[in-house]
């Protein structure tokens, strides 16, 4: 859905086809996503957006593989996943996706440089080489004297920049960024914004869930949810220059 | 390996808790290792001592009856009579015909070397006596047939006493006078024994051994003491008879037999008694199989204690890093990680209180030794075994906790605060 009224030959990286998300709440069926299906093409950046209750979490939750749909199908890098057991979800969430946190989420007790092997010590492919990519990406993030810190000795900001450099570790399809600067003051928050426009620019394809309108209009796309379903999907370059929604 | 750092990372988060976690499991191995090694080394102890004493020997000595027979049957003049008489020795050979049976009879005297003095025990006794006590000469020879039927004043002595009498010069050949003027000539000096298997509380290390003959002679049935104004004369034949069998099977009859033809005529002034090395070697060997018993149910207590310590932080460990555990799984980590990531903590912690309780398991036996004079032994399968068991104490009791942790849902555990 985040194609672009002419053809687009990018490939698809993620897609959700007729996905149903419900959830028994006692005897009630709560519909959290009701028949959602779009498209996110490599180097998409793509805001997901909507009030409380619009199904914004849950379609994050699809989106990282954390869940499953209830029906429907969703396609990582054209592999159907929907269906996939506990193990083999997990290696999907390993391997193909970049998770950035509100709160940062990084682990306490390690330091910056064993916190950004982690997503590779699961793949077993911690060694030299997973030490150079992570002063690499440190540097790339502009932490690269700070590699064996502790998260709390760091600012908020720089937390989320090691959190930024942790999800690119495993080269993944896509970023996946959950409220990424809602916890950040401004002047931070414009920083990590202006570091995820720079990744983006390198080819990087972010999907960033947010309610923050700001945030959203630095995607080229903000898909707007209501009541579990796509409200509509607003081309932000053709928004600020007077174009619409699809 | 990473694991393992990781894990030893994780429990330096909170360092008090893992310590006094690890508590439990340190005083669980320390305390069974220096059980253990107490009552290794107690039951060495007893089991040499009945060694010493011949698995294949019966033991029957005299003893002093209690003090109310004794002053009913001695009249103000006569001497006590009590214990073992030659003629019971005949009866006991003719009974046992394969056996050897060995005469003792023991005497207190004053030795005297020059200007060195002991007062100790002078034993009367048989050729057989070496062989039967098991022991080894270290210089000369053991005391003869020759001896015994010549009377002779020929004296064989202990290690200690030796070392007493002739602290410089070589003990052979040389005299040792006794209290009433008697000479003996040393013709041999035994091994040093090590053990207290002698009599009236010394060891044979410290006595001095003549022919039976030659103390019968000088030193008579009759003993007489004086002690605080009043006098006592004792009248006593044999000390003890050993008896030497050829194999331990024929141990128990042979006891019996001892037992009917002894016990039976002493009944009356329970003056003597009898020994069987085998018996007490068999009973001990019991009691040890027992204590072990015991050992090990104490020890699985102490080490369930520690393991539901090692549970109880680990549950708590698992609930305070529920977002951890949410964040490693949306970072691809499978179930099997997690349970790996906290069954290593667990095993950590208890191999760490393992290892720290063997050094003060291994620690406490030194003192008991210096202080309490208790033979100890510490048997390294004892040591592995309570380290083995404390690491899979945590391992089993890591298992639930890290099956918690593992079971979590990612999207509860993301959201947890």
Redesign the interface.
Known sequence: MTQSPMSDDRKVIAEFVDVHRHYMMGTNVVRALNGVSMQVRQGDYLAIMGRSGSGKSTMLNLLGCLDRPTSGQYLVGGRDVSQLDDDALSDVRGREIGFIFQSFNLIPQLTVLENLEVPLFYQNRVGPESRAKAEHLARRVGLGGRLDHRPLELSGGQQQRVAIARALMNDPLFLLADEATGNLDSNTELEILALLDELRAEGVTIVIVTHNENVALRADKTLWLKDGEVEQLVDNRLAQTGGGAS | M?TVK?GL??L??HKLRSCLTTAGILFGVASVIAMLAVGEGASKEALDRFRDMGVTNILARSVKPPDTQQSSSQSAFSAMAYGLLYSEADLVQSALPKAKVVRVREVQRPLMRGEYFRTTIVVGTETDFIEVTNMHISEGRWLSEVDDQTLSNTCVIGASLANTLFPLENPLGQTILTGNDDRYVVVGVLEYQGRAAGPAGTTYDECMFIPMSTSRRRFGEEVSTSSGGSFKRERIELNEVKVKLETSEEVESAAHIMRDLLLEAHKQQNDVEITVPLELLKQEEASKRMFNIVLAVIASISLLVGGIGIMNVMLATVTERT??I????????????IIQQFLVEAGVLSALGGVVGVLLGMLVPIGIEAWFAQKTIILVPHVLLAFGISAAVGVVFGIYPAWRAANMD??EA?RHE
């Open positions: 990473r990781l990372k994780s330096m988060l977002r951890e949410g964040i490693r799984r949306a970072l691809g980590a499978k179930r099997k990680h990612p999207v993301l």
